[in-house]
């Protein structure tokens, strides 16, 4: 989608820490981390927010979790833990508008979230 940051990303033509790459999803090292480890794990295909998954997104939506959960693996942080979090439309600070799995790791995290 013509002006999409992460598609950007996903099709190379914007830089970024990519440690993932697959046919259905791209993972890259967040440019403003609040975590030690913090990934986002996208879509290649352009999908504005969680409103606008539909069940033909299944698998691409699945893979996004297995790759954070192979990343937070070899990283180290599967035993000691880590949070995977989607933010939808502006109550929950979503500020790009193509899908992410924020992957974070390497400290405490409070729950309730802010
Ligand atoms: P949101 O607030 O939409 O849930 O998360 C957007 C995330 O994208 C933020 O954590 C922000 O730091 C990250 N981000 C914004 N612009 C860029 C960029 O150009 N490159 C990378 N790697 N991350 C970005
Ligand atoms: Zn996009």
Redesign the pocket.
């Known amino acids: 989608m013509g002006g999409c ?2 598609c950007g ?1 996903a099709d190379g033509s ?1 830089p ?2 990519v440690i993932h790459a697959d046919d259905l999803v791209v993972a ?7 975590a030690p480890l ?1 990934v ?1 794990v996208i879509p290649r295909e352009h999908i504005a927010t969680i409103n606008d998954l539909t069940p033909e997104h299944e698998a691409v939506v699945g893979r996004l979790y297995l790759v954070a959960q192979r990343i937070a693996r070899e990283r180290g942080y599967d035993e000691r833990g880590y949070r995977v ?3 939808c439309n502006a109550d ?6 193509h899908i ?1 799995l ?1 992957l974070l790791a390497g400290r405490h995290l409070s729950w309730p979230p802010g």
């Not at 890259?28 to 609040?34: A, L, Q, S, T």
């Not at 929950?92 to 508008?97: E, L």
């Open positions: 940051l992460f990303i914007i970024a820490r890259f090292e967040d440019i403003n981390p609040v913090h986002l979090v989607m933010n929950a600070g979503q500020s790009v508008y992410h924020h």
